[in-house]
């Protein structure tokens, strides 16, 4: 179910030298986004504040509205709303009742 983690971090160069002695190199490295394959598991560094001052760890889910809807439902709370990350991507991040970050991409 969940699919992946994204880690904010201060100094992506910094990031890639610590993450990557444990992970390999990258598959992706942009200014935006460093993205490692760990045994099918996306771990992500993305540089600057994510809006939520945690990692993120994400569902793939094939409807975000509906996912997001049902988990605001049962007692989630919208941290960050909605957005396009990029052209066929949407995210969002809900919590849970002790403040963990539930993210959701569709």
Known sequence: MFNSMVIPV?????????????AGEPH??????????????????????NGVGAPVLYADVPDLDA?????????????LAPQQVAPDVRICVLTDADGNPIGLRG
């Open 10 to 22: 201060s100094d992506l160069d910094s990031a890639k030298k610590l993450y990557g002695a444990l």
């Open 67 to 79: 996912a997001r809807e049902k988990l605001l439902a049962a007692g989630a709370t919208e941290k």
């Open 28 to 49: 992706t490295d942009t200014a935006y986004y460093v993205g490692y394959n760990v045994d099918g598991f996306e771990v992500a560094l993305a540089p600057g504040d």
